[in-house]
């Protein structure tokens, strides 16, 4: 793979990455080995590796693969820096009420705590698989404190996103738009994925112009934006205006790395 003539081979490095059609395949659980191998020479090199992902819980085969430094779940809103709870952030009692008030009959609806997940599947509707790997109860049962993200599933989730935009601006919101048109995540204020690079960059001691982003879906816009070097995985128009490199395809993130980590190798001194 040819890889840009600006690709920074100075350490320290933080490199970022999203999970889901970035570092693993659409509702994947492990890390090719390609991937893995370049990843592990790459902390050998002294890269520091951190997850930052829209999922509420990391797959345990992906960390055991990555062993990163740091990890952001909920789309920036919970992080993890080694085995310390960096931060947390939830809805207020005002805002989750605004959230709840959808007004989308027949929508999939589902809020995660930092242990459960609470969950309205209307109809005949099933778990997804990866429901199923998490403890959820009836939505009826949520909590009105300790709530970290929303996630609906309905075709018009795009219009309670727009309501919700200008009702509530301060709100993050993801997704009713491409490539997931049907899915909104809605998050805290606060909780996106750029505010968790540049957190997780500072309690490692990483300048901000030392930081890689790498992504894939509009989730991932506010990461590529504000890190120094951006790498956009995929195709998605959205990102392309925040790439400083492109990884055309997913099953192409390995052949990448291990390019990179030649670049690192070739710099450093002797």
Same mark, same amino acid.
Request: hydrophobic share 45%.
């Given at each position: 793979?040819?890889? %840009?003539?600006?690709?920074?081979? $100075? ?7 999203? &999970? +889901?059609?970035?570092?693993?395949? /659409?509702?994947? *659980?492990?890390?090719?080995?390609? $991937?893995?191998?370049?990843? @592990?020479?790459? #902390? ?23 062993? %990163? /430094? ?16 960096? !931060?947390?952030?939830?809805? !207020? +009692?005002? /805002? ?18 930092? /242990? $459960?997940?609470?969950?309205?599947? %209307?109809?005949?509707? #099933? ?6 790997? *998490? ?13 970290? #993200? ?22 993050? &919101? $993801?997704? @009713? ?15 996106? #994925? ?67 980590? +030649? ?8």
């Amino acid at each position: 793979m040819i890889l %840009p003539a600006h690709l920074p081979t $100075t350490l320290p490095l933080l490199m970022a990455f999203d &999970l +889901d059609g970035t570092l693993i395949p /659409d509702a994947g *659980r492990e890390v090719a080995a390609d $991937t893995a191998q370049a990843l @592990a020479r790459l #902390k050998t090199l002294g890269v520091h590796l951190a997850i930052i992902t829209g999922r509420d819980t990391p797959p345990s085969q992906v960390c055991r693969a990555m062993q %990163p /430094d740091a990890v952001a779940t909920n789309n920036g809103g919970r992080i993890m820096v080694g085995e310390d709870l960096h !931060s947390e952030a939830s809805f !207020s +009692d005002a /805002d989750l009420e605004a959230v709840l008030a959808h007004e989308l009959p027949g929508a999939r609806v589902v809020l995660f705590t930092a /242990d $459960t997940l609470y969950v309205d599947l %209307p109809g005949d509707m #099933k778990p997804e698989p990866w429901m199923q790997l *998490r403890q959820y109860r009836p939505l009826t049962d949520a909590p009105r404190s300790g709530i970290l #993200k929303a996630g609906y599933y309905h075709p018009q989730v795009s219009d309670f996103a727009g309501r919700l935009r200008g009702t509530h601006p301060h709100l993050v &919101l $993801t997704g @009713a738009q491409d490539p997931y048109p049907h899915f909104l995540t809605v998050t805290p204020e606060g909780a996106h #994925k750029g505010a968790a690079l540049t957190l997780i960059a500072d309690r490692l001691g990483i300048a901000h112009d030392r930081t890689v982003a790498f992504g894939d879906s509009d989730n991932d816009e506010a990461m590529l934006e504000v890190a120094a070097f951006g790498v956009q995985v995929g195709t998605l128009p959205l990102l392309a205006r925040h790439a400083s490199a492109q990884v055309p395809e997913q099953a192409r993130l390995g052949e990448f790395l291990h390019a990179w980590a +030649d670049r690192l190798q070739a710099a450093a001194p002797a």
